[in-house]
C-alpha cells in the first residue's frame, strides 16, 4: 500500500511537469501567425493577377517597353502597399527582367527555378522555410512573363515564429517524457511489489516452519504416549 501511494505521488509530480494549456497556447498562437501569413500571401496573389491583367501593362509588354514597364508596374505595386514587385522572363532560361523594391531595408526575393514554376503553379511563394522572411504572389503574364510581388515580414515576426517552433518541439517532447516515466513508475511499483510478496512469503514460510516443528514433534509424542508408549520421550528444542 505505502508503495502504491509513492507511486501515485511521483507519478501526480512528473504528470505536473507538462502543461498542456501552454501546449495548446503555443500551437494556437503558432497557427494564428501561419494563417495571417497565408492571408498575406493570397493578398500579394491578388495584386500580381491584377497588375499581370492590366491592359497598360500588357501593352508596354508586347511593345518591349521594358523600362516604362518597369516604372508603370513599380508605381502600381506602390499604391497597393506592396514592398516589392519582380517581372521574370520564364525563358528557358528563366531571367529576371526587373526588380523593384519599394522601401528601405526591403531585400528582393532570390527563387530557384523550381520554386518559381512551382510559384506560378500555385499561385504564391513564401521564402525563408522554417522562419518566412518574405510572402509572394505570382500571376503570369502573356505567355511567357510571372509577375512576382509580395511583402517583407518584419524579422520579429521570423523570430518568434522560431521561438514558438522550439518551445512546442519541447513541450511536446516533454510530453512523451512524461508518459515514459508514468509507465516507468508504475511498471517499477509493481514489480518491487511483486518482490516484496515474494520476500514476505519466502520469510513467513521459514518462519512459520521453524515456529511449528517443536508444536508438531510434541503433538506425535503425545500421540505416541497415548497410545501406550509410556516410556517416550520429548527431546527439548
Given at each position: 500500500?505505502?508503495?502504491?501511494?509513492?507511486?501515485?505521488?511521483?507519478?501526480?509530480?512528473?504528470?505536473?511537469?507538462?502543461?498542456?494549456?501552454?501546449?495548446?497556447?503555443l500551437?494556437?498562437?503558432?497557427?494564428?501567425?501561419?494563417?495571417?501569413?497565408?492571408?498575406?500571401?493570397?493578398?500579394?496573389?491578388?495584386?500580381a493577377?491584377?497588375?499581370?491583367?492590366d491592359?497598360e501593362?500588357?501593352?508596354?509588354l508586347?511593345?518591349?517597353?521594358?523600362?516604362?514597364?518597369e516604372?508603370?508596374?513599380?508605381?502600381?505595386?506602390?499604391?497597393?502597399?506592396?514592398?516589392?514587385?519582380?517581372?521574370y522572363?520564364?525563358?528557358?532560361?528563366i531571367?529576371?527582367?526587373?526588380?523593384?523594391?519599394?522601401?528601405p531595408?526591403?531585400?528582393?526575393?532570390?527563387?530557384?527555378?523550381?520554386?518559381?514554376?512551382?510559384?506560378?503553379?500555385?499561385?504564391?511563394?513564401?521564402?525563408?522555410?522554417?522562419?518566412?522572411?518574405q510572402?509572394?504572389?505570382?500571376a503570369?503574364?502573356?505567355?511567357?512573363?510571372?509577375?512576382?510581388?509580395?511583402?517583407?515580414?518584419?524579422?520579429?515576426?521570423?523570430?518568434?515564429?522560431?521561438?514558438?517552433?522550439?518551445?512546442?518541439?519541447?513541450?511536446?517532447r516533454?510530453?512523451?517524457?512524461?508518459?515514459l516515466?508514468?509507465?516507468s513508475?508504475?511498471?517499477?511499483?509493481?514489480?518491487?511489489?511483486l518482490?516484496?510478496?515474494?520476500?514476505?512469503?519466502?520469510?513467513?514460510?521459514?518462519?512459520?516452519?521453524?515456529?511449528?516443528?517443536?508444536?508438531?514433534?510434541?503433538?506425535?509424542?503425545?500421540?505416541?504416549?497415548?497410545?501406550?508408549?509410556?516410556?517416550h520421550?520429548?527431546?527439548?528444542?
Amino acid at each position: 500500500g505505502l508503495t502504491l501511494l509513492v507511486t501515485l505521488f511521483l507519478a501526480r509530480s512528473v504528470a505536473t511537469l507538462r502543461n498542456p494549456e501552454t501546449e495548446r497556447a503555443l500551437a494556437t498562437s503558432l497557427e494564428v501567425i501561419r494563417d495571417g501569413i497565408e492571408r498575406l500571401g493570397s493578398d500579394a496573389r491578388q495584386h500580381a493577377e491584377v497588375m499581370a491583367l492590366d491592359p497598360e501593362t500588357e501593352r508596354l509588354l508586347r511593345r518591349g517597353e521594358n523600362a516604362n514597364l518597369e516604372r508603370y508596374v513599380r508605381e502600381e505595386a506602390r499604391s497597393r502597399g506592396l514592398d516589392y514587385v519582380c517581372l521574370y522572363r520564364l525563358g528557358p532560361p528563366i531571367e529576371r527582367v526587373f526588380g523593384a523594391r519599394l522601401g528601405p531595408r526591403i531585400t528582393l526575393p532570390q527563387p530557384e527555378r523550381e520554386s518559381l514554376l512551382g510559384a506560378l503553379e500555385e499561385g504564391g511563394l513564401i521564402s525563408g522555410g522554417d522562419a518566412p522572411r518574405q510572402v509572394s504572389g505570382a500571376a503570369p503574364l502573356g505567355k511567357n512573363h510571372l509577375v512576382l510581388a509580395g511583402y517583407q515580414l518584419d524579422p520579429e515576426i521570423s523570430s518568434e515564429i522560431l521561438s514558438l517552433q522550439k518551445n512546442l518541439t519541447m513541450y511536446r517532447r516533454l510530453g512523451v517524457y512524461t508518459w515514459l516515466s508514468q509507465r516507468s513508475l508504475w511498471i517499477f511499483a509493481v514489480i518491487w511489489t511483486l518482490v516484496l510478496g515474494l520476500m514476505s512469503f519466502g520469510l513467513a514460510y521459514f518462519v512459520s516452519r521453524d515456529t511449528a516443528r517443536p508444536i508438531l514433534e510434541l503433538r506425535a509424542a503425545m500421540e505416541r504416549v497415548s497410545s501406550g508408549e509410556l516410556a517416550h520421550r520429548v527431546a527439548p528444542s
